[in-house]
């Protein structure tokens, strides 16, 4: 069998493998063990007593392993290798085809099935592999010790060599170690940590040019015979008194480029150049900023080689930019530079960033002052960098009551120097000598009055620093309560408040004591809402409050129940959840601002003005597809009215009777509302059952609602909405872009479906009308939305302009409502932004209006152009 000559062979070798490994593992590992600390040198450092005594220790060590290894090791048989392989065959074919039929020899039939089955066995030889062999020995040294001695020995080739191990021999003969056939020396260069360069070994470097960071550190060593090696060197600049040329060890700093020698045999020369650590840069890259608030940004933009540790921004008065006038006019009490530390990335590089340094210095004496800026950054090798001075006026808090201002304007006189305690006193007895119609109050008053007899005392007994800074505290205190009247303590309130409330959070509180908290803030923030709505001018035309976050309005209904839900919340005892909602109630709070009506802006522009024509055109077109879906309703109703009289209008007097039931001569007999009702109060019976009705709409179709006088009122409506719309969009502005484009393609396309909605009117199809009329609608809000998003690409495109082109409309919002509740938008948008359901779980209740209307849907005495209207939400929501 010639085919099981290669794997029976390989798998002998296979199970050689395994013998050797399984007996001689211990004796490999003792050699590495052994050879680790030769190879690195121990034996040039250890004393001779632990040398000789380690000898021994490994000698005997790798003979016992030896000898364990030669007992335990059993040369593997051919037949072995045969058993293994057969053993890996399915039904063991080649002991089969050694084995002799025992049963059934000289029976024709038997031998036949005898001969088949050896044939078989025969031909699945041919499917013989070689099998792998197991090397694994873990069940022999669970401790790994192997793997120990591997990490051992592959360390020490790479930091080691294995010259070192012959000097054992010459420590064993009495001998000194001799140099090997070339020099033996190592050496390295480690650069600086700050440049993140790696060490360099310079055994493995060729002779020639070598760049190195300047600043890094040689170190060299010298083994053998002194004065055999010598190192020559000019790259450390180092004088004085010098170590002896032929040291075992050396180190130096390279300090400038130079040469780099080690002489004896096998000399080698480098050329080192010292590569110099640039000084960082630093500049400004914007002009300052500043809100009213006082709160600045200056930009910034570093640079360095390596990167930058620390950075300040030093800000000095400059006196001589000063306007010396009033309380300026004297020399200056001696005034500290204001240092600032700089803004650094936490992590990335620091070899290139921009940052923005940002601060509030309304209370430093320089603030309002003109000043000199200087930014300086420094990198780890002690290098500064500086930026070019900045001549600016420090940015302060602004402020505009009168009052507040000229506080300030004494406070500012008070830190610039203490001479000018009396003449601040005296200014401020002026301004509060008559009071009425300056102070908003009493506490303000009394409050100066106190500054001013303390300043007394200090202007007669000298004022202190310690003074001054109270009096300066004080005066600033009375600046903002002056500036923000009570809006300052109403802020203060809501901030107790909320900080109560977030430790009772923390601190797992009782139902009790979270009602009455709950109550502390809802009194909180109804104060500070009415305070920040009487700080707004009169005649501004207040009606809001802006949470400031892309547009979001939030009214007192919603915030009552957010602060509802978070009472709810703490009260099941889910304290993570009620948290995140108060930092969503914090924020907002932090955010509010009051917004301005009409009244308080500015001129429109051609884009402004078309966006609000278009909201009113799609107003007027929802109006007008409400009236056309109630007269439908209205249809639908008589229609079943009249299928159910039917019946009794053909019995004797019946007609007379019903004319006594309240009809009117000239009205359609359909028309009538039960028990006498008019049409108007049919209409609004049709109102509780599906799409609400205006009142006004009502009244205005009088007698003849559903009737074709009113389809044709309906359909001129329609022309004249249709006409506008041309006139519209024949006005809109030249706006370039694709967005304009596709604004000018929906007007187009809503201006057809109004024409088609309009036809419908006139044939008495309301159906028909109203799937038109929502196509309308549905391309004026694209329209308007496309319309809007060219204006803004437009002002991103032309800085300068008005920042609120395209979202007029959405201020200008109607709050206009499908039956679901939902906001049409006339910006296009269909639904809302608001918090429509008042901070309740909003699946929850998407989920209940759903139910409501599939139920509707399914009642079948509804009529069929309502269930039909449902059907359509049903397909669409």
């Known amino acids: 069998m010639r085919q099981l000559r290669f794997p029976v062979a390989a798998t002998r070798a296979g199970m050689v493998a395994e013998e050797v490994v399984r007996a001689f593992w211990p004796f490999w590992t003792t050699i590495f063990f052994i050879l680790a600390p030769l190879m690195m040198g121990w034996q040039d450092t250890l004393p001779l007593e632990v040398l000789w005594g380690g000898g021994v220790v490994a000698v005997l060590a790798f003979l016992g392993t030896l000898v364990w290894g030669v007992r335990r090791f059993r040369l593997p048989s051919i037949e072995d290798a045969t058993a293994r392989v057969d053993a890996s065959l399915p039904g063991r074919p080649i002991a089969a085809l050694a084995d002799t039929q025992a049963i059934g020899a000289g029976d024709a039939a038997s031998e036949a099935v005898w001969r088949a089955h050896i044939a078989r066995m025969a031909d699945r030889t041919k499917q013989a592999k070689a099998v792998e062999p197991d090397l694994r020995v873990s069940d022999r040294d669970p401790y790994g010790l192997r793997f120990i001695a591997l990490i051992f020995f592959v360390t020490a080739v790479l930091f080691g060599s294995f010259l070192r191990v012959g000097s054992v021999g010459e420590i064993v003969a009495g001998q000194e170690p001799s140099l090997a056939t070339g020099p033996v020396w190592e050496g390295w260069i480690e650069p600086p940590a700050y440049t993140g360069k790696p060490s360099l070994y310079l055994n493995d470097i060729p002779a020639g040019t070598l760049r190195v960071p300047e600043g890094s550190q040689i170190t060299l060593r010298l083994y053998g015979e002194v004065g055999a090696l010598t190192v020559a060197e000019t790259v450390s600049g180092r004088t004085g008194e010098l170590g002896s040329a032929s040291e075992a060890q050396q180190q130096f700093t390279i300090s400038r480029s130079g040469e780099l020698t080690i002489s004896g045999p096998n000399e080698v020369t480098w050329q080192v150049i010292a590569v110099e650590d640039t000084a960082p840069s630093v500049a400004l890259t914007a002009p300052i900023e500043a809100d009213a608030m006082g709160e600045m940004s200056q930009s910034f933009a570093v640079s360095d080689d390596y990167g930058v540790e620390t950075g300040t921004a030093t800000i000095t008065l400059d006196l001589a930019s000063v306007d010396r006038r009033h309380g300026l006019t004297i020399d200056p009490d001696p005034v500290a530079p204001l240092v600032l530390d700089l803004p650094m990335p936490f992590t990335g590089d620091r070899a290139e960033f921009e940052e923005i340094l940002i601060d509030d210095l309304s209370e430093h004496p320089l603030a309002n002052l003109p000043v000199i800026m200087e930014f300086s950054v420094t990198d780890a090798a002690g290098q500064i960098g500086q930026s070019d001075p900045e001549s600016l006026i420090l940015p302060g808090r602004r402020f505009f009551q009168p009052l507040a201002r000229a506080v300030i304007e004494q406070r500012r006189d008070l830190m ?231 019946g009794q209008q053909s019995q004797p007097g019946q007609q007379g009777q019903q004319g006594q039931q309240g009809q009117r001569p000239g009205q359609p007999q359909g028309q009538q509302g039960q028990d006498g009702n008019q049409p108007g109060q049919s209409g609004r019976q049709g109102q509780g059952q599906g799409v609400g009705e205006d009142a006004q709409s009502g009244e205005q179709r009088g007698d003849g609602a559903g009737g074709e006088g009113d389809e044709r009122n309906l359909a001129e409506r329609q022309r004249a909405l249709r006409e506008e719309l041309e006139r519209q969009r024949n006005s809109l502005p030249n706006l370039p872009g694709e967005s304009g484009e596709i604004a000018r393609q929906s007007l187009e396309r809503a201006e057809g479906a109004m024409e088609g909605a309009e036809e419908a009117l006139r044939d008495g199809d309301l159906a028909e009308a109203i799937d038109q009329q929502a196509e309308a609608m549905d391309a004026l809000r694209n329209g308007m939305r496309e319309l809007g998003q060219a204006m803004a690409e437009n002002q991103n495109a032309q800085p300068g302009q008005g920042s609120e082109q395209g979202q007029a409309a959405s201020r200008e919002s109607d709050a206009q409502r499908d039956p679901l509740g939902r906001e049409m938008g006339n910006t296009g948008q269909l639904g809302t932004d608001q918090s429509l359901l008042g901070g309740a779980d909003v699946n929850r209740r998407a989920e209940e209006l759903l139910g409501e209307i599939r139920r509707r849907s399914a009642e079948q005495d509804r009529p069929e152009v309502e269930r039909d209207y449902l059907r359509r939400l049903l397909d669409q929501f």
Do not use: H
């Open 416 to 646: 610039w120097s203490k001479a000018n305690a009396r003449r601040v006193n005296q200014i401020l007895r002026a301004v509060s000598n008559q009071p009425e119609g300056f102070f908003t109050s009493e506490t303000i008053y009394l409050r100066m009055r106190t500054i001013i007899r303390r300043l007394d005392n200090m202007a007669t007994f000298g004022m202190t620093d310690e003074g001054q800074a109270e009096i300066v505290d004080a005066l600033w205190e009375l600046a903002i309560q002056l500036e923000d009247g009570r809006l300052a303590d109403a802020r203060e309130r809501l901030r107790r408040a909320q900080e109560r409330l977030a430790e009772a959070m923390r601190n797992g509180a009782s139902d009790e004591e979270i009602a009455e908290l709950m109550q502390e803030l809802r009194e909180a923030t109804d104060d500070y809402l009415r305070m920040l709505a009487e700080q707004a001018e009169p005649g501004d035309g207040t009606d809001m409050a802006d949470s400031g976050q892309q547009g979001e309005q939030m009214g007192m209904d919603e915030l009552q129940a957010l602060m509802d839900r978070i009472e709810q919340l703490m009260q099941e005892g889910r304290m993570a959840e009620a948290q995140q909602l108060m930092e969503q109630l914090n924020e907002l709070m932090e955010n509010l601002r009051v917004t301005q009506g009409e009244g308080g802006e500015g001129p429109q522009s051609p884009g402004e003005q078309s966006m609000q024509d278009l909201a009113e055109t799609l107003r007027d077109q929802e109006e007008l597809s409400d009236d056309a879906f109630r007269d439908l309703q209205q249809q639908g109703e008589q229609q079943g009215q009249q299928r159910g009289q039917q």
